[in-house]
């Protein structure tokens, strides 16, 4: 007696206990009228109102999104640049060159202060210390 492995004598196993093992399945005419009997079940397509109205709905829809893009603001139209004339701006120097003398005795050079106002209302202020360490 020849020796099996183990899936072969389950798969021999599963075959002899297979009750429609012998099966051929419908024939051909058998097949035919299980088609007609399911086709058969399958509703007609209605001729209601639906069919009309869903090519103007999707139409209509279509129209309300474009506007709606349309109108929307965009990222590009929050930031505008424009040139500011030279004579609406303000540009403020307070500085002072000399040297003033520290109580410690030690002499400094002054902060610079430079100011630039927008006609927005943006003020810029440069403060420019020359004893900042480089």
């Given at each position: 007696?020849p020796?099996?492995?183990?899936?072969?004598?389950?798969?021999?196993?599963?075959?002899?206990?297979?009750?429609?093992?012998?099966?051929?399945?419908?024939?051909?005419?058998?097949?035919?009228?299980?088609?007609?009997?399911?086709?058969?079940?399958?509703p007609?397509?209605?001729?209601?109102?639906?069919?009309?109205?869903?090519?103007?709905l999707?139409?209509?829809a279509?129209?309300?999104?474009?506007?709606?893009?349309a109108?929307?603001?965009?990222?590009?139209?929050?930031f505008?640049?424009r040139t500011?004339?030279a004579?609406?701006?303000?540009?403020?120097?307070?500085?002072?060159?000399?040297?003033?003398?520290?109580?410690?005795?030690?002499?400094?050079l002054?902060?610079?202060?430079?100011?630039?106002?927008?006609?927005?209302?943006?003020?810029?202020?440069?403060?420019?210390?020359?004893?900042?360490?480089?």
């Amino acid at each position: 007696m020849p020796v099996q492995s183990p899936d072969s004598r389950l798969t021999e196993l599963l075959r002899r206990s297979d009750p429609l093992g012998d099966d051929r399945g419908l024939g051909p005419a058998q097949s035919a009228e299980m088609r007609r009997a399911v086709l058969a079940q399958i509703p007609e397509e209605s001729s209601g109102l639906w069919p009309q109205l869903s090519p103007a709905l999707s139409i209509a829809a279509l129209l309300v999104l474009a506007l709606g893009v349309a109108w929307l603001p965009s990222a590009k139209d929050d930031f505008q640049p424009r040139t500011v004339p030279a004579g609406e701006t303000t540009l403020t120097l307070n500085s002072s060159s000399a040297e003033t003398p520290n109580p410690g005795g030690t002499n400094a050079l002054e902060n610079r202060n430079i100011q630039f106002e927008t006609p927005g209302g943006t003020l810029v202020v440069w403060v420019l210390n020359p004893n900042f360490p480089s």
